[in-house]
C-alpha cells in the first residue's frame, strides 16, 4: 500500500486536484441552473433532469481525465471512446427520435417561452391542439385538453411547429382550468 502511494504520489495528487474542481464546476453550475430556472419559472422536475445530464457530461469528463493522468496513452482512449460511441450509434439509431426529443427537452429547458399551467395552441394542419401545459418531461408534454383528455406531445414536435400563448397561467392554485 505505501509503494503504491510512493509510486502514484504525482497522479494523485493530480486526480485529487481535477475531481474536485470537476465537483467545483459542477456546484457552481447546478447554482446557476437552479437560479436561471427560479428566475424563468420553471419546475423542480426539469431543473432536477437538466443537473442529472450535466451530472453524466461532468462524470464521461472526469474518466477521460482520471485515464489520461494514470498514463493511459490518447489514442487508446480514443480507440476505446470511439468503438463504444459506435456502438451505441448503431443501437441508437433506431431511436434516434429519443435522443432528439432529449435533446429537445433540454432546449426547452432554456429556451421555452411557455411554462407549466399556460394555455397554448399548436398550429398542425392535421391534429391541432388548444390545450394546457400540465407537465414538460424529457420526452414529451403532458397537454390537458378542453374535454379533459391528456395528451403527451413529443419535445422535438413542439420545435417544430408554431405554437400560440392563448392565456398564461391558466391553472389556479387548486390545480384546476380557469
Known amino acids: 500500500m505505501i509503494s503504491f502511494l510512493n509510486d502514484y504520489k504525482h497522479e494523485l ?9 470537476l465537483l467545483i464546476i459542477r456546484a457552481i453550475t447546478n447554482f446557476t441552473i437552479t437560479k436561471v430556472a427560479k428566475k424563468n419559472g420553471i419546475n423542480d422536475a ?8 450535466l451530472s453524466v457530461l461532468f462524470l464521461v469528463i472526469a474518466i477521460f481525465v482520471e ?48 411554462k407549466v399551467g399556460d ?21 414529451h408534454l403532458h397537454l390537458r385538453l378542453e374535454n379533459g383528455d391528456l395528451v403527451t406531445y413529443p419535445n422535438n414536435l413542439i420545435l417544430q411547429k408554431a405554437v400560440t400563448l392563448i392565456e398564461k397561467d391558466a391553472i389556479d392554485d387548486d390545480g384546476e382550468a380557469v
Open 67 to 114: 485515464a489520461y493522468i494514470f498514463g493511459t496513452n490518447p489514442k487508446e482512449i480514443t480507440l476505446l471512446f470511439s468503438s463504444v460511441f459506435a456502438i451505441i450509434g448503431i443501437g441508437l439509431f433506431a431511436i434516434w427520435s429519443i435522443l432528439s426529443n432529449i435533446t429537445s427537452g433540454i432546449i426547452m429547458f432554456f429556451n421555452f417561452p411557455y
Open 119 to 139: 394555455k397554448i395552441e399548436i398550429h398542425d394542419k392535421d391534429f391541432p391542439i388548444t390545450a394546457i401545459i400540465e407537465d414538460i418531461r424529457a420526452f
Open 13 to 21: 495528487i493530480t486526480s485529487g486536484i481535477v475531481l474536485l474542481s
Open 46 to 53: 426539469r431543473i432536477r433532469l437538466i443537473r442529472r445530464y
